[in-house]
């Protein structure tokens, strides 16, 4: 499946496979921080999903927009921020689009939840980060997070934690697998959702697969640098530990324009 077919299927069970009260409390003080130092008002997140962390931005005061490639995501988003009792201004529009998609620069860019993996090779990842910095005011910020691929790519690490949820009668597994087809050095890799389904005591399955790229440290750092973007940070996580650190499951990245 390309991208946006991956996530118009995967639709609802998006915010079912994660637990985004417990993810939203352990990432919210490093954006707090970030973006009080840099004095953000007006945040983009690109490649929101159903909107989980502009909401979050939202309910923090801050003038929040979300774009994503994938219709059924954003009225997902958009039905999330009518719960959470927030305006956020969601718009379908992918890579390479938002800059086009609203007229005012943003104090920051947020491509969070491993979404750049999505863009198969480096012109369409420097178009992508083009993008991101034509939405930026100067001297904005912009956050990037991916899995670690370096560690990835080097232990072949090819689950994730099991997810799991619990809605009356009816339970839901879901198995993240990575796969290799290509040779060790490549960055290709296929990514699966595996959604098992127990209702009324007999159990459905739903597979999806989609290509990823996966990015490494030094493709993305010479790829923002070419971008014109400045002041890289690379942390391992969203508490800022080291990126070679033993505790570096992700890739952070902050950089401006």
Known sequence: MDAREFYDELGDD??????????????ESFFEQLFGETGVRRVLDAACGTGMHAVAFARRGRAAAGA??????????????????????????????????????????????????????????????????????????????????????????????????????EETLFLRITDFPGAAEEERIDFTIVTLTKKTGA???????????????????????????ADIRVYGNYAMAPFDGPDAGDLVLVART
């Open 68 to 169: 994503d490639l994938s219709p059924v995501m954003i009225d997902r988003a958009r039905k999330n921020a009518r719960d959470a009792g927030v305006s956020v201004d969601f718009r379908v529009a992918g890579f390479g689009a938002c800059a086009a998609a609203w007229s005012a620069p943003f104090d920051a860019v947020t491509c969070i939840g491993n979404s750049l993996p999505h863009l198969p090779d480096d012109p369409s990842l420097a178009r992508c980060l083009a993008d991101f910095a034509a939405a930026l005011r100067p001297g904005g910020t912009l956050v990037i997070q991916n899995r670690n691929y370096d560690r990835v790519l080097r232990e072949k690490q090819r689950f994730m934690p099991l997810s799991t949820r619990q809605t009356g009668g």
């Open 14 to 27: 998006y915010d079912r496979m994660v637990s985004w009260e417990t993810r939203i409390a352990r990432e």
């Open 203 to 229: 159990w459905s399955q739903t597979v999806r697969t989609t290509p990823l790229r996966a990015l490494r440290r030094a493709t993305l750092v010479t790829a923002l640098t070419s971008a014109g973007f």
